[in-house]
């Protein structure tokens, strides 16, 4: 009963969709008032119905139907309840499903914090993203139907891939979707201004808060990725370049232009059509993501779901969507103006360089990705495209993209003065030169890896983004005093986005820390090890004192006891698994880390040799903690930027005529206010 | 101009993708594809006193399947191979990849044994000489003992149809 009524919902949140999408436009087209009002209820009405399909299925996993065909495929009754939940989201359908929810749950958001917006505008955004609602609804029933009933029943699910089955995976998903999906905001935003006509500065500014959640989210989904690639893949690597890997990279480094060109049209108007092509693009990419992770196109560690009928329609719903919306732009395009004159030292022309930085560096990943499709087309045989590739296009477009993230802030709008930068530049750099040449002579010795030129460069890099960061802040804390007040005053003056700002250039210096040191760093060893043997790897001695067995609720482990001893005193007790899931008969090897934040101490157990020796893997990385560290302060930045009041203020600003005119004086004016 | 090029770009990007989903990403060539099967000599799983010799399965058209008890897809494919394989009256042999003997016999002791005889690659030496992929593989040797097809991923009675059999037929 339960997934019969899911389904009803889904075709209910599809009529209801169908109303949202087309009521609302043609009543923006002709000006009728009431057809525009139905916008925001059909909005939530779509998001209820899609929310109670979800409901449902969590329903059927939790309680353990294997009538229905995708949860006896990704559930087992013996898989703890928590990953039951998880399992909603461990396969196709009902990824697609939790797809679905989520724009829905944007598109609630937007219907209920947009009251201060245009009518018509805010119409034809709920209708952009009611069509997209339209498009994932009709996949999910006619091609990805989650609720599909098994006649008979399974008596028992295939268990849900043992991969899956760990913290990490509960909510990498769910995050990484809300960035994918949360683009559709910003694209939303940006189609219906289009098809208003007016492009101006408007539209900037009232997607940057969105697009800022967006980039937080896809952040940590990533970040929770790449951890869980860290220890569950038992590699002991957290970066791969796979194409799944990239397909969630490309939308990031497009929305990461995207945030910083919003800042140009928002405040100055200048980069009109720019900003609208990368937030069509970073949507898009979103999209491709989805097309190149779900059809099974190209082949990944990854590969998840293979089915070349489900990868046509995404195909086709994406060449509509992406395809319909870069004819708008070809049509709508030439006709919106330049915005403000900028001087060639300018921060806008640095924020231009930027962009088309890490737009390039989308591109290259686009074309590592797509080479081998591309390849086998032209019937050029199979290659792959590994990290050597992505390695050698990537850090050449990051180092300047890093150097300019220093020099950016310190700028002004329009025209800077070379002389009023040099002071603050001699700063930063001469601080950042002292503390790299001190790291490099403080950080321990006795690994593998000697300083190359590439980590030395590095470490300076890192230094650099640190360093240069503060003393924009010295800078900024120091010259708003003309007001007077204590110091703890002027920082609360400043505005939260200016905050998040720091933040997020402040994590980037630390991830770039971590990077240089955890790879070029690291010591790893794989080696055999009988009970009561020491190893020494970079400076720590390892000890395996006994191999237990250890039932899991849903595997068999074999847990070594790791004593991890330094300078002859006891360290660290580690211990790693091997379990062996029952219902797959699928062996994983569950590492054991002793995260720090000047190292990491990873030990996992490979295969046994014999009773009492094993097979095992032993990492020491420094400073590993710090790339996670560095890419959690990058999502809490965004998140305080977009927590700014600016947003909220010019919302409650009473609409002048000017600012629905869509004058971007009007936006400068609210900027200056706050 | 300039702002249509996106659009163009973009259906250029489009078509590329729909030729790749014609295409099949496992269908990996083998470079042993017409080349001579390396000789395999190793110890068989039911009775490792006796040894697997590829070169005495000359002048027949034989299959081989790579398969190990750690492997879920290898469990799925048995039953299947266990019908065809005698229906249409075609030699197959396995070769049990990086496995242990006792789990691999259980193994066929539940679902059945499909095959002549099983070799024992434990350490994945003949699986290297193959160009062994991912488990399970199944190839086709022709009577001058060539490898002439090879299928990447389980066989259930659709690909044994359409893409085994008819290699299989075409060179008896």
Same mark, same amino acid.
């Given at each position: 009963?339960?997934?019969?009524?899911?389904?009803?919902?889904?075709?209910?949140?599809?009529?209801?969709?169908?109303?949202?999408?087309?009521?609302?436009?043609?009543?923006?087209?002709?000006?009728?008032?009431?057809?525009?009002?139905?916008?925001?209820?059909?909005?939530?009405?779509?998001?209820? /119905?899609a929310w109670t399909a979800f409901g449902c299925l969590a329903t059927s996993f939790l309680t353990g139907d294997f009538s229905v065909l995708y949860v006896a495929g990704n559930s087992h009754s013996e898989l703890p309840a928590v990953y039951r939940f998880a399992a909603i989201w461990g396969g196709h359908?009902?990824?697609?499903?939790?797809?679905?929810?989520?724009?829905?749950?944007?598109?609630?958001?937007? $219907?209920?914090?947009?009251?201060?917006?245009?009518?018509?505008?805010?119409?034809?955004?709920?209708?952009?993203m009611g069509m997209l609602s339209i498009g994932l609804l009709l996949f999910l029933l006619f091609l990805s139907n989650p609720f599909e009933r098994l006649i008979p029943a399974a008596a028992q699910g295939r268990d849900l891939n043992p991969l899956l089955q760990d913290p990490g995976m509960i909510l990498h998903p769910p995050l990484l979707y809300m960035g994918y999906v949360g683009f559709s905001v910003a694209f939303a935003f940006g189609i219906a201004a289009l098809l208003s006509g007016e492009l101006n500065a408007a539209w900037a500014r009232w997607s940057r808060p969105w697009t800022l959640a967006a980039w937080s989210f896809l952040t940590l989904g990533i970040l929770l990725g790449s951890a869980w690639a860290y220890y569950v893949l038992g590699w002991g690597g957290w970066w791969f370049w796979d194409p799944v890997e990239n397909a969630s990279f490309m939308p990031w480094l497009v929305g990461t232009a995207l945030i910083?060109?919003?800042?140009? &049209?928002?405040?100055?108007?200048?980069?009109?059509?720019?900003?609208?092509?990368?937030?069509?693009? $970073?949507?898009?990419?979103?999209?491709?993501? &989805?097309?190149?992770?779900?059809?099974?196109?190209?082949?990944?560690?990854?590969?998840? @779901?293979?089915?070349?009928? !489900?990868?046509?329609?995404?195909?086709?719903?994406?060449?509509?969507?992406?395809?319909?919306?870069?004819?708008?732009?070809?049509?709508?395009?030439?006709?919106?103006?330049?915005?403000?004159?900028?001087?060639?030292?300018?921060?806008?022309?640095?924020?231009?360089?930027?962009?088309?930085? /890490?737009?390039?560096?989308?591109?290259?990943?686009?074309?590592?990705?797509?080479?081998?499709?591309?390849?086998?087309?032209l019937n050029g045989g199979k290659i792959s495209v590994g990290p050597p590739y992505f390695e050698a296009?990537?850090?050449?477009?990051?180092?300047?993209?890093?150097?300019?993230?220093?020099?950016?802030?310190?700028?002004?709008?329009?025209? *800077?003065?070379?002389?009023?930068?040099?002071?603050?530049?001699?700063?930063?750099?001469?601080? *950042?030169?002292?503390?790299?040449?001190?790291? +490099?002579?403080?950080?321990?010795?006795?690994?593998?890896?000697?300083?190359? #030129?590439?980590? @030395?460069?590095?470490?300076?890099?890192?230094?650099?983004?640190?360093?240069?960061?503060?003393?924009?802040?010295?800078?900024?804390?120091?010259?708003?005093?003309?007001?007077?007040?204590?110091?703890?005053?002027?920082?609360?003056?400043?505005?939260?986005?200016w905050w998040g700002m720091l933040l997020a250039h402040f994590g980037i210096g630390l991830f770039v820390f971590?990077?240089?040191?955890?790879?070029?760093?690291? &010591?790893?060893?794989?080696? &055999?090890?009988?009970?009561?043997?020491?190893?020494?790897?970079?400076?720590?001695?390892?000890?395996?004192?006994?191999?237990?067995?250890?039932?899991?609720?849903?595997?068999?482990?074999?847990? +070594?006891?790791?004593?991890?001893?330094?300078?002859?005193?006891?360290?660290?007790?580690?211990?790693?698994e091997k379990r062996r899931y029952r219902a797959q008969e699928m062996p994983l090897s569950q590492a054991a880390i002793d995260t720090g934040l000047l190292r990491d101490l990873f030990v996992a157990l490979g295969d046994p040799v014999d009773d009492k020796t094993w097979s095992a893997r032993i990492q020491v990385k420094p400073f590993m903690a710090w790339i996670w560290i560095g890419c959690v302060l990058m999502a809490l930045g965004g998140l305080l930027a977009l927590a700014d009041r600016r947003y909220r203020v010019a919302r409650r600003a009473p609409r002048t005529a000017r600012a629905q005119r869509g004058d971007d004086a009007a936006a400068r004016t609210a900027e200056a206010a706050s | 101009m300039k702002f249509i090029a996106p659009l163009i770009a973009f259906l250029g990007l489009a078509v590329v993708l729909m030729l790749g989903l014609q295409r099949d990403p496992r269908a990996?060539?083998?470079?042993?594809?017409?080349?001579?099967?390396?000789?395999?000599?190793?110890?068989?799983?039911?009775?490792?006193?006796?040894? /697997?010799?590829?070169?005495?399965? !000359?002048?027949?058209?034989?299959?081989?399947?790579?398969?190990?008890?750690?492997?879920? #897809?290898?469990?799925?494919?048995?039953?299947?191979?266990?019908?065809? $394989?005698? !229906?249409?009256?075609?030699?197959?042999?396995?070769?049990?990849?990086?496995?242990?003997?006792?789990?691999?016999?259980?193994?066929?002791?539940?679902?059945?044994?499909?095959?002549?005889?099983? $070799?024992?690659? @434990?350490?994945?030496?003949?699986?290297?000489?193959?160009?062994v992929h991912g488990v399970p593989e199944t190839f086709v040797i022709d009577a001058a003992g060539r490898v002439r097809y090879r299928h990447l991923g389980p066989v259930n009675n659709e690909i044994w149809e359409t893409k085994l059999m008819p290699v299989v037929k075409a060179l008896q």
């Open positions: 009963m339960i997934p019969e009524i899911g389904v009803f919902a889904l075709i209910m949140a599809l009529l209801v969709a169908a109303v949202q999408a087309t009521l609302p436009l043609a009543g923006a087209h002709w000006g009728v008032v009431s057809w525009m009002r139905i916008a925001r209820p059909a909005a939530v009405l779509q998001g209820l /119905f359908e009902g990824s697609m499903l939790l797809w679905q929810c989520l724009l829905s749950a944007w598109t609630v958001g937007v $219907a209920l914090c947009s009251r201060q917006l245009p009518q018509p505008y805010v119409a034809r955004v709920l209708s952009v910083h060109s919003l800042i140009v &049209t928002d405040q100055r108007g200048a980069f009109r059509s720019w900003t609208v092509m990368l937030a069509i693009a $970073a949507f898009s990419l979103s999209l491709l993501g &989805t097309f190149l992770v779900r059809s099974g196109v190209l082949t990944s560690v990854h590969a998840f @779901a293979v089915d070349p009928g !489900r990868g046509l329609y995404i195909l086709c719903f994406m060449v509509m969507v992406v395809g319909s919306s870069l004819l708008l732009f070809a049509i709508r395009a030439p006709g919106v103006g330049l915005g403000g004159w900028f001087a060639l030292l300018s921060r806008e022309s640095l924020l231009l360089v930027n962009n088309v930085l /890490f737009s390039v560096a989308a591109m290259a990943v686009l074309i590592g990705t797509l080479y081998p499709l591309l390849l086998d087309v296009v990537f850090v050449p477009l990051m180092v300047p993209a890093l150097v300019l993230m220093g020099i950016g802030p310190m700028v002004r709008w329009k025209r *800077s003065a070379p002389v009023e930068l040099r002071s603050q530049l001699r700063w930063a750099v001469g601080a *950042s030169g002292i503390s790299a040449l001190l790291l +490099a002579w403080l950080l321990p010795r006795g690994t593998d890896a000697t300083w190359t #030129p590439l980590s @030395a460069f590095g470490l300076l890099l890192a230094a650099w983004c640190v360093w240069s960061t503060l003393v924009q802040a010295a800078k900024r804390l120091s010259t708003a005093g003309t007001q007077g007040g204590s110091l703890r005053l002027r920082a609360s003056r400043q505005p939260l986005s971590g990077v240089t040191l955890a790879s070029g760093f690291e &010591t790893k060893r794989e080696l &055999t090890l009988s009970v009561g043997e020491t190893v020494s790897v970079a400076g720590f001695d390892f000890r395996l004192d006994g191999v237990d067995e250890v039932p899991g609720p849903n595997y068999e482990a074999h847990r +070594a006891h790791v004593q991890v001893l330094r300078d002859g005193e006891p360290f660290v007790a580690l211990a790693p | 990996l060539p083998s470079a042993l594809i017409d080349q001579p099967l390396p000789a395999i000599d190793i110890p068989l799983l039911q009775n490792p006193e006796q040894r /697997f010799d590829s070169t005495a399965l !000359r002048g027949q058209v034989w299959m081989l399947n790579v398969w190990a008890s750690w492997c879920g #897809p290898c469990q799925e494919e048995l039953p299947a191979l266990n019908v065809l $394989a005698h !229906r249409d009256r075609v030699p197959l042999y396995g070769l049990n990849y990086k496995d242990q003997p006792a789990p691999a016999q259980a193994l066929l002791a539940r679902f059945g044994n499909p095959y002549r005889s099983s $070799a024992v690659d @434990a350490d994945g030496r003949v699986g290297m000489d193959l160009g």
